[in-house]
T-cell receptor, first 113, second 117 residues
Framework: KQEVTQIPAALSVPEGENLVLNCSFT??????LQWFRQDPGKGLTSLLL?????REQTSGRLNASLDKSSGRSTLYIAASQPGDSATYLC????????????FGTGTKLQVIP | ETGVTQTPRHLVMGMTNKKSLKCEQH?????MYWYKQSAKKPLELMFVYNFKEQTENNSVPSRFSPECPNSSHLFLHLHTLQPEDSALYLC????????????????FGSGTRLTVV
């Protein structure tokens, strides 16, 4: 059974700082890993998707890496802004058996002006 | 909008009421999902529909009844709910069979905030 863990559960940083969010998973048999952002009371917005054959993906100030063999992914946010404050979730699509997505519990980020 | 539309955005219902949540996607996806998100808990998968056929029911109580008339529409019918069912209900869609596509991924709606009183 796939288990996805995100550390830290909460993070507070001053504006302008670079930061790293971590996601780890127990079963390396995955199709892909997807990072989402969720604002309070809202749905999930997809940020980046990394295929199992890829090492990283970049979008603007965001960079996501994937090390499938060690079961880890990181989301790097450069020059953080107050608008980045949200909960960040990683989701792993497992390739074993029927398609199955497992979500982490999220990291709640607060960027202080 | 993400391409997945959920209505209503907010719903308050009594325990004896019957209501329905609606989800609609026009992304050409063939799989649709209902998730429940309670405070301080991870997302819980409730139901999966693949080409209109229910392929997963994650031990959800019968007071939640899903309906998928076609690949673009998904409903969640609610009746005799309990206060602990109050949560954010999220709909998502994906393209089964395209898992290796660079653009593959889940697309979520904005959710329905349900309060049971």
């Amino acid at each position: 059974k796939q288990e996805v863990t995100q550390i830290p559960a909460a993070l507070s940083v001053p504006e302008g700082e670079n930061l790293v969010l971590n996601c780890s998973f127990t079963d390396s048999a995955i199709y892909n890993l997807q990072w989402f952002r969720q604002d309070p009371g809202k749905g999930l917005t997809s940020l980046l998707l990394i295929q199992s054959s890829q090492r990283e993906q970049t979008s603007g100030r965001l960079n996501a890496s994937l090390d499938k063999s060690s079961g880890r992914s990181t989301l790097y946010i450069a020059a953080s802004q107050p608008g980045d404050s949200a909960t960040y979730l990683c989701a792993v699509l497992s390739s074993g058996g029927y398609q199955k997505v497992t979500f982490g519990t999220g990291t709640k980020l607060q960027v202080i002006p | 909008e993400t391409g997945v539309t959920q209505t209503p955005r907010h719903l308050v219902m009594g325990m004896t009421n019957k209501k329905s949540l609606k989800c609609e996607q026009h992304l050409g996806h063939n799989a649709m999902y209902w998730y429940k998100q309670s405070a301080k808990k991870p997302l819980e998968l409730m139901f999966v529909y693949n080409f209109k056929e229910q392929t997963e029911n994650n031990s959800v109580p019968s007071r939640f009844s899903p309906e998928c008339p076609n690949s673009s529409h998904l409903f969640l019918h609610l009746h005799t709910l309990q206060p602990e069912d109050s949560a954010l209900y999220l709909c998502a869609s994906s393209a089964l069979g395209a898992e290796l596509s660079p653009n593959y991924g889940y697309t979520f709606g904005s959710g329905t905030r349900l309060t049971v009183v």
